[in-house]
């Protein structure tokens, strides 16, 4: 069983930066994929960005491109997500989650294990 953890949440102006956090256990992580999405209250779950674990590559939604930046950390076994020029319409709840390849995906239905969620708000 894979358990993530996410943290870092809160409420911020526009403009303003943010880092989330999603601490992963219950297994070694080097053939997993990690990803983010967001969910705004009545929209549907999106894809922020994603990492593959065992070289580090990235993708990013179009949205968030140039604005946000997921690194890992492999000693920590952690996954960050770095927020900067927030919007308002950054608005919603985060997750992470991990799927059992090395290559990332867009779609949350390929993603086997969520976090809870953390609360993002940007006012304007």
């Known amino acids: 069983q894979v358990y993530l953890v996410e943290s870092g949440g809160g409420l911020v102006q526009a403009g303003g930066s943010l880092r989330l956090s999603c601490a992963a256990s219950?297994?070694?992580?080097?053939?997993?994929?990690m990803a983010w999405f967001r969910q705004a209250p009545g929209k549907e779950r999106e894809f922020v960005g994603g990492?593959?674990?065992?070289?580090?590559?990235?993708d990013y939604a179009d949205s968030v491109q140039g604005r946000f930046t997921i690194s890992r950390d492999n000693a920590k076994d952690t996954v960050y997500l770095q927020m900067t020029s927030l919007k308002p319409e950054d608005t919603a709840v985060y997750y992470c989650?991990?799927?059992?390849?090395?290559?990332?995906?867009?779609?949350?239905?390929?993603?086997?294990?969520w976090g809870q969620g953390t609360q993002v708000s940007v006012s304007s």
């Open positions: 990492i593959s674990w065992i070289n580090g590559n990235t």
């Open positions: 989650a991990a799927r059992y390849r090395v290559t990332i995906s867009r779609l949350a239905s390929h993603y086997n294990y």
């Open positions: 219950g297994r070694t992580f080097g053939s997993y994929a």
